[in-house]
């Protein structure tokens, strides 16, 4: 998880790209991935309606995200690197979800938190959520925020 914000703090805007050597197996790449600043581009502009995978590997997704504020999000098995490249949001981690309710084997959602830390992200911000841990874009004061999403698998 260390490599990992590494790697995403050195990031550049134009290019995106993840390096292994092998796949060893759970949460980490099967292969090298380079993608251009072209097709991340056009993924991030995609993603104002809908969002999309830039990587997609066994045990790794790399998203563009575009979103305003949501619903609480928990997985059961999904560690996250958010980098933010765009806007503004109120992020709160942690805490105890209100109504909570499974919407895949892994994964719950609710329609609030209670509790938590709240953060307020800007662009450049870099934040790691582990896996079993609540979090919730309570709010986006600039009505959307765009960000890659590195999303890693635990066992």
């Known amino acids: 998880m260390k490599f990992l914000l590494k790697l995403a703090s050195a990031l550049p805007l134009v290019a995106f790209f993840t390096v292994t050597a092998n796949s060893l197996g759970g949460g980490v790449p099967a292969a090298v991935h380079y993608i251009g600043h072209e097709k991340v581009s056009s993924v991030m502009a995609d993603a104002a309606a809908k969002g999309g995978p830039i990587v997609s590997d066994p045990g790794l997704i790399v998203l563009a995200m575009r979103r305003e504020a949501g619903e609480v999000e928990y997985h059961d098995r999904t560690n996250h690197v958010f980098i933010l490249v765009d806007g503004e949001a ?66």
Not at 113 to 119: K, M
Not at 121 to 133: E, F, R, Y
């Open 90 to 155: 109120t992020l709160v981690v942690g805490g105890t979800m209100v109504d909570a309710r499974r919407t895949a084997p892994d994964q719950m959602r609710a329609p609030s938190l209670q509790g938590g830390v709240t953060y307020h992200l800007t662009k450049g911000d870099v934040i790691t959520i582990p896996a079993k841990t609540p979090h919730w874009f309570k709010e986006v004061p600039t009505k959307t925020v765009a960000y890659y999403a590195v999303n890693m698998d635990s066992e």
